[in-house]
């Protein structure tokens, strides 16, 4: 069976890294750079920089279920939950 996990390359403030994620995440976190004129790097740099734990797979999961969560809430006319993922 084929790997749902795919290993890319990204360059984070001048150094390449390599991160793991499901294609969903990485469609995903692509959408949401667009969203917010980001490159792909700065957003993968900030989610970075912001991360308290955790690997930096595992920050961008985080960052992106987060973002839709506070998606869905503001959809449904709720105030933003207090306590979130690296966001």
């Known amino acids: 069976m084929k790997s749902l996990v795919a290993k890319r390359s990204i360059v984070i403030d001048g150094h390449k890294t390599s991160v793991s994620l499901e294609d969903a995440f990485w469609t995903s976190l692509k959408e949401i750079a667009q969203q917010t004129n980001e490159t792909l790097s700065q957003l993968v740099a900030a989610i970075d920089h912001n991360r308290t734990q955790g690997n930096l797979?595992?920050?961008?999961?985080?960052?992106?279920?987060?973002?839709?969560?506070?998606?869905?809430i503001r959809r449904q006319g709720y105030a933003e939950p207090v306590a979130r993922a690296a966001a």
């Open 57 to 72: 797979s595992s920050a961008i999961r985080l960052f992106v279920l987060a973002r839709y969560q506070a998606e869905a």
